[in-house]
C-alpha cells in the first residue's frame, strides 16, 4: 500500500480488502496529464500567496513538469498501491525531490481537483470526438458522390414507400451527425474548467489562482477559470451528464445507421455490399460474411446508454457537497468516450466501402407501388380531389 494522503487523525490501519475495494487509481490513472496541470495551477498560485518561496515553487514545478512529459511520451507507470492519481502523483513527486513536495497539496482538496481534472478531460476529449465526426461527415460525403444519381426504395414502417435518392438518403445521416458536432460545440462554448474550491470552501484568494491561470495558460483562451462558487463546483457532475447526454445521442445515431445498413444487406433486401474489411465469417457455416461491427455498434448502445443512467442515478440523491460516491463517475465516462470514438474512427472506414448492388435496386424500382403518389398527383393535377384519386389508386394497387 503506497503512502496515504490523510491518516494522522487514525489510529488504527485500513483494512486491506477495504483498501483495495475503495482505490481508484486503476482507472482514474487516466487522468494523470490533467492532474498534473492542476497542480501546476496550484503551485503557482501558492507562489503568489508566499505560501511558496521561489526557489520551491521552480523546484516543484520542474518535477511536476518532469512527470508531465513521462505521460506525453506514455512512460507513465501509476503504483498499483496508491489510493488514487491525485495520491500517485503527490508520491512521485515526493520521490524525486523530497519533503518539499509536502508543500505541494497546502490548503488543497482532491475534492477540488477530481473536478478539475474531468473537466478538463471533457473539454479535450469533446474536441476529439468532434474531430473524428468530423472525418466521419467527409466519409459520408464521398459516399453520397459515389452514387449521385442513383435512386433507391424508400421506406416508411419498413415497408416499401416512395423512390428516393440515395445521395438524400445519405444525407439524413449527415444531418444527425452535424447536429451532434453542433451540441458539442456548444457543450465546449459553456464548458468552464474551474480550479481553487478547497474541499468545499476557497482557501486561497481567487485573484491568485487567477494570476496562476493566466501564467499556466500564456494568456492563450481562457477556458480555465478560477471557482465561482464552490460549493457547486465540487457538488457538480452535470457536465459528465451532458457530455455522455450528447455521446448517446452520436450512439443512437450510429445504431440507427448500422441497423439500416444490415438489414439492406441481407439477401432479402440484397441493396448494399458492406465492405470484408469489417466483417467476419462463421465457423461453422462456410457461406457467411457477418456484418459484426454493425452489430456491435448496435449492441454497444446499451452500454452508452447505462453509462447515462448509470451517472444520472448516482447522483440524483446526493447532499451538498462532494460525496465518495462521486468517484463512480470516472469508467462510465471514460467508457463512453473510449466506445464512441473507436465506432466513429471505424464508421469513416467502414463507409467509403459501401457498395450499392445497382442491378439489384433497379429491379426493386420497377415496383409500381413506389409511384403511387406521383399517379395520385397526375389525377389531382387533372382536377381529382386528393382523396378521391388516393381512393382510386388504392384500389388498383391493392395486393399488388
Ligand atoms: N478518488 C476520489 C474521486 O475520484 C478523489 C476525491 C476523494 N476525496 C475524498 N475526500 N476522499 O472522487
Given at each position: 500500500m503506497a503512502k496515504k494522503?490523510?491518516?494522522?487523525?487514525?489510529?488504527k490501519e485500513i483494512d486491506k480488502d477495504f483498501f483495495e475495494f475503495q482505490k481508484s487509481i486503476q482507472y482514474d490513472y487516466k487522468l494523470a496529464g490533467y492532474d498534473i496541470a492542476h497542480s501546476l495551477i496550484h503551485a503557482l498560485a501558492l507562489g503568489k500567496t508566499g505560501i511558496l518561496k521561489p526557489k520551491e515553487k521552480t523546484k516543484l514545478i520542474g518535477a511536476l513538469k518532469k512527470i508531465g512529459n513521462e505521460i506525453k511520451q506514455n512512460k507513465f507507470k501509476y503504483?498499483?498501491?496508491?489510493?488514487d492519481i491525485h495520491t500517485d502523483i503527490q508520491n512521485k513527486i515526493e520521490k524525486k525531490?523530497?519533503?518539499?513536495?509536502?508543500?505541494?497539496?497546502?490548503?488543497?482538496s482532491r475534492n477540488d481537483q477530481v473536478a478539475f481534472d474531468e473537466k478538463f478531460y471533457c473539454h479535450v476529449e469533446c474536441k476529439n470526438v468532434g474531430n473524428l465526426l468530423e472525418n466521419l461527415l467527409k466519409s459520408i460525403v464521398i459516399l453520397e458522390n459515389k452514387y449521385k444519381n442513383v435512386s433507391v426504395v424508400g421506406y416508411t414502417h419498413t415497408q416499401r414507400a416512395q423512390k428516393i435518392n440515395f445521395k438524400d438518403y445519405l444525407c439524413a445521416f449527415y444531418c444527425m451527425f452535424e447536429r451532434d458536432k453542433k451540441r458539442l460545440n456548444n457543450f465546449l462554448k459553456n464548458l468552464e474548467v474551474h480550479i481553487g474550491a478547497g474541499a468545499l470552501?476557497?482557501?486561497?484568494?481567487k485573484e491568485d489562482y487567477g494570476k496562476a491561470i493566466k501564467e499556466y495558460l500564456?494568456?492563450?483562451?481562457?477556458f480555465i477559470k478560477p471557482s465561482e462558487n464552490t460549493i457547486d463546483d465540487v457538488s457538480d457532475r452535470d457536465f459528465i451528464i451532458e457530455l455522455l447526454s450528447i455521446l448517446s445521442i452520436i450512439q443512437m445515431h450510429l445504431s440507427r445507421l448500422s441497423e439500416d445498413f444490415i438489414l439492406y444487406s441481407t439477401k432479402e433486401f440484397g441493396f448494399m455490399e458492406l465492405p470484408e474489411e469489417f466483417c467476419t465469417g462463421s465457423s461453422l457455416m462456410p457461406h457467411k460474411k457477418n456484418p459484426d461491427f454493425l452489430e456491435l455498434v448496435r449492441g454497444y448502445t446499451g452500454r452508452i446508454y447505462g453509462n447515462l443512467i448509470s451517472i444520472l442515478t448516482t447522483m440524483?440523491?446526493?447532499?451538498?457537497?462532494?460525496?465518495?460516491?462521486?468517484?463512480?463517475?470516472?469508467e462510465p465516462l471514460f467508457s463512453s468516450v473510449e466506445i464512441v470514438k473507436d465506432e466513429i474512427a471505424i464508421m469513416s472506414k467502414f463507409i467509403k466501402g459501401v457498395k450499392l448492388n445497382e442491378l439489384v435496386v433497379k429491379e426493386a424500382l420497377k415496383d409500381k407501388n413506389l409511384y403511387s403518389v406521383d399517379r395520385a398527383k397526375e389525377l389531382v393535377l387533372k382536377g381529382m380531389p386528393f382523396r378521391q384519386a388516393h381512393d382510386k389508386i388504392g384500389k388498383e394497387l391493392r395486393g399488388k
Open positions: 494522503l490523510w491518516g494522522g487523525r487514525f489510529k503504483e498499483s498501491g496508491s489510493e525531490i523530497g519533503k518539499l513536495a509536502l508543500k505541494l497539496h497546502t490548503l488543497r470552501l476557497r482557501n486561497i484568494k500564456k494568456g492563450s483562451n481562457a440524483k440523491g446526493l447532499p451538498l457537497t462532494y460525496n465518495r460516491d462521486m468517484q463512480l463517475d470516472k
